[in-house]
């Protein structure tokens, strides 16, 4: 309520204002951004890429390798007349700091929509309490690497790609599945080696029975502020070091510092709808954990905006399953009545898994009437408390 | 046969969903709950007041489904969730119940338990309830979205079709509303105009024809997630 | 057979009548104004009239937007139900409901329906009269119950109780080609075969005593003809009483010293007399007693000077009074000298039981008719008043007279309220029937009459009258006046009456019977052949 809302207001003005200006530099810098990924030979940039690599200090930027051409567009195939495209989605409720009693809640949600003559649609949930020691730590025996922030949130990646998995289980019809988010899971790469590889392993087990099954497996990411290409765009106009910017006076530095700030998705502005781009590898640190399911990508037009869409390499290199990820997601979109359209399978997955405040409070009780049934109160923090009671 | 499920219930009516998307049972028919008993089985009956589609959850209203391709019936093929996340749902007013063949004509002491099964009344429940038209009085006065008028002319036109045209029966429930509607001629006419049976029949073959094409398929049920 | 119920009663108070709802299935045309209906409340039947109809809406808003559209199945919902009719009933006579299991003992009941003394319930109901009612209410026929019709839509007799009708005088009225001849012939006929009474009748337009032809071109029987030898037929004119089969059995003649001057003065407008006239009779009366008028017809120029001398009359007054009367004196049955004995054997036969039929042939001018008519009355009156003077000294039962009915036409030129306290019927009216003589007046401009004499007249019989004079004249006295007005009104011109008044219990609207073959069977008439009538006339008087 003490919301200062017209000091904001003001403000928001004064950001309208020199977004205004940026917008149509902006323009002209992607114009020639696509020129050059039009001009760049991709192996050419893949060499160049690779010694830089090996040098030090190592390119501070996230970097995408070309798997084929730059500047490549694929027109989407037709999806087959019978498909079936499963959506998978989390949430959580995550532990209270403010109680005494340690308990998470995740709810999975998993849509199945079937296409074709019969058509048809399977929307389930499953939640779990999580209260137990192997639930609350990744070490369980030590009572160590309590599960939240991040590593909750890997967590929940895992059951929702298990539920995805399992979900796909007894599929006749061709079959795609699609996550919400990245497959790449580098919020874990500031952890240590064994916390990386504990946590993805359930992961990446669903992903082997996936890949057993020739079940494609795509991650949807809407809006990506990804810049892996327009950051491969600098390192190939870099002349010097890629980290000494200050000292560069290349003819091209403006591009350059411009690119630092253009995103993938308006480099990839080009593909017509339905087209996607050539895939692309991804330089991320995790990835050197996936083993045969290193996550590449590429971008899409889904009719309204550039998605990108993460895939592992055994897709990637697959073209039957690359075109059938390709067909069933921009079929999905064309099924979306959004704007920008996004995959009813996802929505729907989404809404099966989303937990409202409603329902928090309701677990709230639950629990604490379940305690207090066995004759325990459940004590609350003082800042807590307070939050709660906001007293005057 | 079994059309749907209560969600609400109160003493003067219940909402139900029905099993079927988009079929609710045709506003102003009769419909038939059977209620626990401790004695000889007792049927409630009501008469629909609204149907009406929306979201499963309230948060999520519809929108715009159709492209220049894909448009009506094809819609459902098009987004097969939609089964899922939407509902209908149907209103029905209690006017009456009865017991051992006997028919009482006002509000039952309780209402129909939560999660009971509606069904549509058979002809012959509706011949036998229809044989009195106090229940009219009794619709008259329901409080809806859909104006009492409007639900008693849908009931009185349904009424007549179930009972093979009853020209007889017609007449006297034109005259019961009459009598119940008598200070307040221009809701009469509304009414009246509304369930004149015409001068020749085709219109009401027409009528009859419409109400059978949208009627449930009984091998149908949607699966429930 | 009982009748379908036609509503039931809403509103209403004792003064003004119920008001009953019509049922929906009933319609406001197969009722009319004057009808005979019955209302069941819970302790009594109340036998009533309809007064009034009125038509009406349950919301005011469908009279500024009647339905439009021709759905025949809107009106006939909105029909008897927002829209529905209200008949107005005037309860008459009620009766205390008993058991109805037997309908013989409820005729036979000692209290039949008497005066209304209250009121019904709400939601009485409302019913057409069936046979049963109307034979309750009005007796069946036999003795003294004379059917004179039926009611407008069925086919039960109602009867006019002739012994309560001879006890008082009555009137016939209605606007002319109403048929009240016609009527008055029923009425008569029925008189004579019950013998309720015995009647003098002053036939001006020689109707009454044979064969006529009617306006539709029917001959219909005279009461000579019907009853033969009981009846008499008296005629001024001598020609006509040679007609073959139209035997007039004692031709009158009317002297002068028989005229008196009430006579006169009754004549005073055909007469042409001055207003001077009744002073002058008054003086020629003084000087020449009886005499006065053949005196002043013989008078010549110097006598009558002397007269005028002598008595103090004005010459003129006089000489034109003599030349006015003279006309009298030139009508062909006046004579100087007539003996009363013609008209005391006349009295004579009324009393054994024959009745008179007075035909003026020729004679039958206003002044003619007047004069004769009056006079005859005089004498006949002064007669019985006489009789009936002896009866009430001697009591014997023999000396009782008959009760006698005078049947005059255009009665208001005998009973105006300017002559009626001079006329002989005047007087018999306003004495009812103090010596067993009765008016049977038949007019068709009843509001000419003195409103008196037509309080005196006990049961009034009337069919259609348009002026309101008329109508109100008639319904002077008589309760329920506005409950009547409406069925006078709505009569039809012809064979449709309204009886009220002593003998009837109630007001009712008739079809009369028709005077025809089945009529004249039913009244046990003999037909006659002119033989026999002669015979019979040899019978009565012997060798005249």
């Keep these: 309520m003490p919301l200062k809302l017209a000091v904001i207001g003001q403000q928001m003005e004064q950001m309208a204002e020199s977004a205004a200006t940026f917008v149509p530099v902006q323009e002209r810098f992607v114009e020639q951004a696509q020129a050059l990924l039009r001009r760049i030979p991709a192996d050419a940039l893949c060499d160049k890429l690779d010694s830089q690599r090996l040098q030090q200090p190592r390119i501070p930027w996230l970097v995408a390798s070309p798997l084929g051409s730059m500047s490549g567009a694929v027109h989407a195939p037709a999806p087959p007349a019978e498909v079936c495209v499963v959506g998978g989605d989390a949430s959580s409720i995550a532990p209270d700091r403010h109680s005494s009693l340690r308990y998470y809640v995740l709810n999975v949600g998993v849509a199945a929509l079937t296409y074709g003559s019969h058509p048809d649609a399977r929307l389930g949930s499953d939640s779990q309490l999580c209260f137990r020691d192997e639930d609350l730590y990744l070490f369980p025996d030590k009572r160590d690497v309590p599960l939240e922030g991040t590593l909750l949130g890997t967590r929940m990646e895992a059951e929702s790609l298990r539920a995805l998995q399992r979900a796909t289980q007894s599929a006749t019809l061709p079959t795609v599945a699609l996550r919400d988010g990245p497959l790449i899971l580098w919020t874990l790469q500031n952890e240590s080696e064994l916390v990386q590889s504990s946590m993805l392993h359930a992961f990446l087990e669903s992903m082997s029975v996936l890949q057993q099954a020739s079940i494609p497996l795509g991650g949807y990411i809407s809006f990506s502020d990804a810049h892996d290409v327009a950051n491969s765009l600098r390192v190939w106009l870099c002349q010097g070091r890629p980290n000494a910017c200050e000292r560069c006076d290349s003819e091209e530095r403006d591009l350059c510092m411009a690119l630092a700030k253009i995103h993938d998705r308006e480099l990839f502005s080009f593909l017509s709808d339905g087209q996607r781009s050539e895939l692309f590898g991804s330089s991320s640190q995790i990835l050197k954990l996936y083993g045969e399911h290193r996550v590449a990508f590429f971008y899409l037009n889904v009719g309204g905006e550039i998605a990108r869409i993460e895939t592992p390499l055994w897709v990637a290199t697959d073209p039957a399953l690359l075109g059938l990820l390709h067909a069933a997601t921009y079929d999905q979109c064309r099924r979306s009545s959004g704007f920008p359209p996004y995959p009813p399978a996802l929505l729907e997955a989404h809404e099966q898994a989303v937990i409202t405040s409603a329902e928090r409070r309701l677990i709230e009780e639950m629990v604490e009437r379940a305690m207090a049934g066995l004759g325990l109160s459940v004590k609350r923090s003082a800042k807590d408390d307070s939050k709660r009671r906001r007293g005057v | ?225 | 057979m009982k009748h379908e119920r036609l509503g039931v009663v809403v509103e209403g108070t004792f003064s003004a009548g119920l008001t009953v709802r019509l049922d929906p299935g009933a319609t406001t045309e197969q009722l009319r104004i004057g009808d005979f209906v019955v209302l069941e409340g819970q302790h009594n039947r109340y036998f009533s009239l309809i007064s009034d109809i009125q038509l009406r809406v349950t919301d005011p808003r469908l009279l500024s937007d009647p339905p439009r559209e021709g759905s025949s199945f809107i009106a006939q919902t909105l029909a008897g139900t927002t829209t529905f009719a209200t008949v107005e009933v005037r309860p008459m006579l009620m009766l205390e409901k008993v058991d109805e299991s037997s309908p013989s003992e409820l005729l036979d009941r000692s209290v039949g329906p008497q005066a209304v003394k209250t009121i019904p319930m709400h939601f009485a109901a409302l019913r057409q009269a069936d046979e049963l009612d109307f034979a309750t209410v009005f007796g069946r026929e036999g003795g003294k119950n004379f059917a004179l019709g039926t009611p407008l839509s069925m086919d039960i007799p109602i009867c006019l109780r002739l012994d309560r009708f001879v006890e008082r005088s009555n009137g016939i009225f209605g606007q002319s080609g109403t048929g009240k001849s016609f009527l008055a012939r029923l009425i008569i006929s029925g008189v004579i075969q019950s013998k309720a009474a015995v009647n003098l009748i002053f036939d001006m337009h020689d109707e009454y005593s044979f064969d006529k032809q009617t306006e539709d071109k029917r001959w219909v029987k005279g009461l000579r003809q019907l009853f033969g030898p009981q009846v008499l037929i008296y005629s001024l004119d001598e020609s006509l009483g040679r007609r073959a089969g139209r035997n007039v059995d004692v031709t009158l003649k009317v002297g002068l010293n028989q005229i008196e001057e009430a006579d006169v003065v009754l004549l005073s407008e055909e007469l042409n007399l001055r207003q001077t006239a009744e002073a002058t009779i008054g003086l020629l009366h003084d000087t020449f007693h009886e005499q006065w008028l053949l005196r002043l017809l013989e008078m010549s120029p110097e006598e009558l000077e002397l007269f005028c001398q002598s008595s103090g009359a004005h010459p003129a007054s006089v000489s034109s009074l003599q030349r006015n009367l003279k006309r009298l004196q030139r009508q062909d049955y006046v004579v100087k000298e007539a003996s009363f004995s013609a008209l005391d054997d006349m009295v004579e036969a009324l009393d054994r039981g024959k009745h008179v039929i007075l035909q003026f042939g020729r004679h039958n001018s206003v002044l003619d008719y007047v004069l004769v008519a009056n006079l005859v009355t005089r004498r006949v009156r002064q007669r019985y008043e006489d009789k009936m003077r002896r009866y009430e000294e001697t009591k014997e039962v023999a000396d009782q007279p008959r009760t006698l009915m005078i049947t005059i036409e255009e009665a208001h030129k005998f009973l105006n309220p300017a002559v009626a306290r001079q006329t002989a019927f005047g007087t018999i009216a306003r004495e009812m029937r103090k010596y067993n003589v009765i008016l049977l007046v038949i007019d068709q401009r009843p509001s000419s009459i003195d409103p008196e004499v037509m309080s005196q007249l006990g049961t009034r019989v009337s069919g259609k009258l348009t002026e309101e004079r008329d109508i109100d004249s008639v319904l002077t006295g008589v309760a329920n006046r506005s409950a009547l007005r409406g069925a006078l009104e709505s009569l039809d011109t012809r064979q449709q009456i309204l009886i009220m008044g002593h003998a009837v219990p109630m007001p009712v609207t008739v079809r009369t019977r028709p005077f025809d073959q089945a009529f004249y069977a039913a009244i046990g008439a003999r037909l006659q052949t002119p033989e026999q009538a002669g015979d019979d006339i040899q019978d009565l008087f012997g060798d005249e």
Aim: glycine share 4%; with cysteine; charged share 20%.
């Design chain 2, 1 to 225: 046969m079994m059309i749907g499920e209560i969600i609400e219930t109160m003493s003067t009516g219940f909402v139900a969903e029905s099993f079927e998307l988009n079929q609710p049972p045709a506003l102003g028919s009769f419909v038939v709950v059977h209620a626990p008993s401790a004695g000889p089985s007792v049927e409630l009956y009501a008469v629909v007041t609204n149907g009406r589609t929306v979201g499963v959850d309230p948060s999520r209203r519809p929108i715009r489904q159709s492209t220049a391709a894909v448009f009506d019936q094809a819609i459902y093929e098009h987004q097969p969730q939609l089964k899922h996340t939407l509902r209908t749902e149907f209103s029905a007013a209690l006017v009456g119940w009865a017991t051992e063949g006997r028919i009482r004509q006002h509000l039952p002491s309780r209402p129909p338990p939560l999660h009971f099964s509606v069904h549509t009344a058979s002809e012959e429940q509706v011949q036998h309830f229809t044989h009195s038209l106090q229940y009219l009085r009794l619709l008259l006065q329901t409080v809806a979205e859909v104006s009492p008028l409007q639900v008693v002319a849908a009931n009185v036109r349904e009424v007549f079709e179930r009972r093979d045209q009853d020209r007889d029966w017609l007449c006297q429930a034109a005259r019961e509303i009459a009598i119940l509607l008598k200070s307040d001629h221009e809701a009469l006419l509304n009414v009246l105009q509304a369930i004149d049976p015409g001068e020749a029949d085709p219109a009401n073959s027409a009528l009859a024809r419409q109400s059978s094409a949208i009627a449930p398929d009984p091998s149908r049920r949607g699966s429930r997630p």
